[in-house]
């Protein structure tokens, strides 16, 4: 398998700087594992979850952290989780904070092309109905809409892609992320 070179925003290919991986950034909810799974399956590439592993590494899930210590110990853990990631041919679906982190962010962007999965807050709404115990790094005063917005102009900094998934299903949302990683650079 080759590697992707990146494409700027205007979708020209920059020279000399190939990456091999995919990694998703969004909220908790956009789909980032299930899809990951899936676009994985579609280009023969492995597939990394941060959040996985985090749990793994430290033998806890993602609200025990959350419960022993704070959301910003469970920030600075994924950071140093990601900035140890040092991968070929993978979709790395990300957790939705991993965009708190420039260092981690410049790392999975030396290593990968960065694709937002961009789903509007109603939708997100839908999907995700425990906000207060699934392990997702907000202050206790924050409310899922604060978080959203706050994330959005992140997840926007960082996106070298951006996928609309609202109104796509996870199979269709993976065929587009394949589309538009042209079939001629995956050789």
Do not use: W
Not at 33 to 44: D, E, P, Q, R, Y
Not at 146 to 166: G, H, K, P, S
């Amino acid at each position: 398998m080759g590697l992707i070179p990146l494409h700027s925003k205007n979708g020209r290919a920059k020279k000399h700087h190939m990456k091999s991986n995919l990694t998703l950034i969004g909220m908790p909810g956009a789909g980032k594992s299930t899809i990951g799974i899936i676009l994985a399956k579609v280009l023969s590439f492995g597939f990394i979850d941060t959040d996985i592993l985090i749990q793994i590494n430290q033998q806890k899930s993602l609200q025990q952290i959350i419960n022993e210590s704070d959301h910003l110990n469970l920030r600075k853990i994924e950071e140093e989780e990601i900035l140890k990631i040092n991968i070929e041919n993978h979709i790395i679906a990300t957790g939705g904070s991993a965009v708190y982190s420039e260092k981690a962010m410049n790392h999975l962007k030396a290593i990968s092309i960065i694709i937002f999965l961009q789903v509007g807050y109603e939708e997100i709404t839908k999907r995700i109905h425990n906000f207060k115990t699934r392990g997702i790094a907000s202050s206790k005063q924050q409310t899922f809409n604060d978080l959203y917005n706050e994330r959005q102009v992140l997840y926007n900094r960082y996106a070298e892609i951006t996928i609309d998934c609202n109104t796509l299903d996870q199979e269709e949302i993976a065929m587009e992320i394949a589309k538009k990683i042209s079939p001629n650079e995956l050789s």
